[in-house]
């Protein structure tokens, strides 16, 4: 089957650094993104990876190993406008989004 | 660029009513449009994908009578709940690709929040 881990909750302090980290195993690899997706409102992108490396955008950083079937969501100078939701997705060898539960960050001041 | 609407933003409607929500992509061409649903504190469950011009591909155990999807033009798709009940009450959210061969960002409409009474 498709799987897509990341930790549930995170806490963070207001002007830290926090990296959310994602696992998966799918069939196929196309590319992963993560979104943010703040309380009632839809998801908004944050990045796509689809080589290994570090991609900096920002603040917001995120890292790609295809081997390991991992990838992280490094968020730097943490804001309190930072709390939400981020989301890992996949696009599997047919071109589907396979969504992760989401990470909620809670930042406090 | 890249702005995807909908419309209403929030419905509020009696048990055995049906409900059209409004998807439209308005700077670009949406070849391929996904209807997600989002239950409180759970991730995106798709419920289907629609290509312009035929029929859209339902996940498995979304009931396709009952979730009405047409996607008659590249800019516009609609859901149609039928029949809702209080269970169908939901967060719903649309997004839209430019499509082509290999796979194109999706770009999220702000959402429809459906509450059945």
């Known amino acids: 089957g498709q799987n897509i881990d990341q930790p549930t909750e995170m806490t963070a302090t207001e002007g830290a650094i926090v990296q959310i980290n994602c696992t998966y195993q799918?069939?196929?690899?196309?590319?992963l993104f993560w979104y943010q997706q703040h309380a009632g409102e839809a998801p908004t992108f944050l990045s796509y990876n689809v080589l290994d490396g570090l991609e900096e955008k920002g603040r917001f950083s995120s890292f790609l190993s295809r081997s390991k079937g991992y990838s992280y969501l490094l968020l730097k100078e943490l804001q309190m406008k930072d709390s939400a939701s981020y989301l890992c997705?996949?696009?599997?060898?047919?071109?589907?989004?396979?969504w992760g539960a989401g990470t909620k960050l809670i930042i406090k001041p | 660029g890249a702005v995807v609407s909908q419309h209403p933003s929030w419905v509020i409607c009696k048990s055995g009513t049906s409900v059209k929500i409004e998807c439209r992509s308005l700077d670009f061409q949406a070849t391929t449009m996904f209807w997600y649903r989002q239950f409180p504190k759970q991730s995106l469950m798709l419920m289907a994908t629609s290509n312009e011009g035929s029929k859209a591909t339902y996940e498995q155990g979304v009931e396709k009578d009952k979730f009405l999807i047409n996607h008659a033009s590249l800019t516009l798709s609609t859901l149609t709940v039928t029949s809702a009940h209080p269970e169908d009450s939901s967060f719903y959210i649309c997004?839209?690709?430019?499509?082509?061969?290999?796979?194109?960002?999706?770009?999220f409409g702000p959402g429809t929040r459906l509450t059945v009474l």
């Open positions: 799918t069939s196929g690899f196309n590319g």
């Open positions: 997004s839209a690709s430019p499509g082509g061969v290999s796979y194109n960002e999706q770009f």
């Open positions: 997705a996949v696009v599997d060898s047919n071109y589907q989004l396979i």
